[in-house]
Nanobody, 117 residues
Framework: QVQLVESGGGLVQAGGSLRLSCVVS????????MSWYRQAPGKQRELVAR???????VYADSVKGRFAISRDNAKNTVYLQMNSLKPDDTAVYYC???????????WGQGTQVTVSS
């Protein structure tokens, strides 16, 4: 059983920072890309950031220069450092981990991020 547990969400004022963590546990092998998605009320889930096994990163245009994704392979953990937060960043943030055998990846339960103006 593979589990992804996100943490680090919460309520923060605009301009503030949060750091999200996603710990992967269970029988999981050959992790490839690790990603963060978000879904705001009434909107589709969107990719926020992705980091490949080789360390290459991709960011949504809306978060470039403010967010940074990183991973610790020894700990099977992916992080999302979020700085200069805006009210538009308010959403449930989900972790996704892709493997060779499961390209669609595994999903976490999500963590709420609320940015007040």
């Amino acid at each position: 059983q593979v589990q992804l547990v996100e943490s680090g969400g919460g309520l923060v004022q605009a301009g503030g920072s949060l750091r999200l963590s996603c710990v992967v546990s269970g029988s999981i092998f050959s992790i490839n890309a690790m990603s963060w998605y978000r879904q705001a009320p009434g909107k589709q889930r969107e990719l926020v950031a992705r980091i490949t096994g080789g360390g290459s990163t991709v960011y949504a245009d809306s978060v470039k220069g403010r967010f940074a994704i990183s991973r610790d392979n020894a700990k099977n953990t992916v992080y999302l450092q979020m700085n200069s937060l805006k009210p538009d960043d308010t959403a449930v943030y989900y972790c996704n981990v892709q493997t060779l055998l499961r390209p669609a990846g595994y999903w976490g339960q999500g963590t709420q991020v609320t940015v007040s103006s």
